[in-house]
């Protein structure tokens, strides 16, 4: 790779950008000149600083990455852009492509993806994830795609879900969606929340058609508090295994029976990982994350964690937000 490679990193997620900055470091040729977090500003700076490269997410405020790309083409043409984007619709993707962006790197997969996708952007090639083999992408079928790993394969089930919000209204947002979809559809879901937000989740079901306590009293949604529920598998500080999966397999069994369908599921939603981190215990954090990956594999289940960073104030490191990620096959952030 050429040397000077000058980069404008846009995300409106701190801790990712930060993810990214210390991830690009590795490569000697990279310098950042800047780092944004809207798209109007990111079209600005390519307008000021015609980088190399910019890596662009798509959900930004004031202006979609999609936008901002097209008039960043218009205002900088030598730029080349690299999506950074936690959307895996084929739609989405295409449209990035058909503008001209140079690759399309999933965030979930950008731990393993991204220093290879920047290589590839910067020679001209085009990269797009390996999680996106075996869609049909009508924008770069005349194309080569410089992807090593990229195979003939099916996109991945996303199961075991994370999402990290900095306002609290956002995150109880996102995980009324994710239950009440479930109950709407029949399902059966388990909530481990703190009691704050259980009660705040309650007077939201009602827009999904769902009585919250008529599902409760049929054993289809079951809520626990998630202080009490660590104090049930941590031992010293750490997660016992065994401990862990006999608390939540005995809670998925007993919700699975609630529902005899055919094609039923049990959505699980926690934040015992989000207290251990406001506690500072991130290697349990991620010990926990691990654990959530055999209870999907275990009990076939649907899992979101969610991590509100607005509600204890706080920031995540780059590094933990990255090992996090890592353990789960979709990422949300806003």
Not at 28 to 46: L, Y
Not at 63 to 88: T, V, W, Y
Not at 165 to 176: C, I
């Amino acid at each position: 790779m050429e040397t000077d490679i000058r980069i404008l990193v846009v995300d409106d997620f701190e801790p990712f950008r930060d993810f990214v900055s210390s991830t690009l470091k590795k490569l000697p040729e990279v310098q950042i000149t800047a780092e944004v977090s809207d798209g109007m500003e990111a079209v600005q700076k390519a307008q000021e600083l015609r980088p190399d490269l910019v890596l662009l997410d798509i959900g930004l405020p004031t202006l979609n990455g999609i936008e901002a790309a097209r008039r960043i083409r218009e205002l900088s043409p030598r730029s080349k852009i690299l999506f950074l984007s936690a959307s895996d619709s084929k739609e989405m993707v295409e449209a990035a492509l058909r503008l001209g962006a140079h690759g399309y790197v999933l965030k979930l997969d950008a731990q393993r993806e991204l220093l290879a996708a920047v290589e590839s952007v910067v020679q001209g090639k085009l990269f797009v994830s390996t999680t996106l083999a075996g869609r049909d992408l009508a924008a770069v079928t005349h194309v080569g795609i410089h992807n090593p790993d990229y195979r003939s394969q099916n996109l991945r089930t996303a199961r075991h879900e994370v999402g990290f919000f900095s306002h609290d209204g956002w995150f109880l947002e996102e995980v009324t969606h994710f239950v009440g979809n479930a109950l709407e559809a029949g399902n059966t879901a388990i909530v481990a929340a703190t009691e704050s937000h259980r009660n705040s989740l309650l007077p939201r079901f009602g827009a999904y058609g769902v009585d919250i306590g008529r599902a409760a009293e049929l054993g289809r949604y079951i809520a626990l508090d998630a202080a009490e529920a660590l104090s049930t598998f941590m031992v010293n500080d750490v997660p016992d295994p065994v401990r862990f999966i006999k608390t939540f397999g005995d809670l998925i069994l007993s919700a699975a029976k609630a529902v005899q369908g055919k094609n039923s599921r049990v959505a699980v939603f926690g934040e015992c990982a989000h207290l251990l981190w406001a506690q500072g215990n991130t290697e349990a954090v991620i010990q926990i994350e691990q654990l959530g990956n055999l209870l999907v594999n275990e009990y076939d289940v649907d899992i979101l964690c969610g991590y509100s960073l607005d509600r204890f104030h706080g920031t995540m490191d780059g590094l933990i937000y990255q090992r996090i990620c890592a353990e789960h096959s979709a990422v949300h952030a806003r």
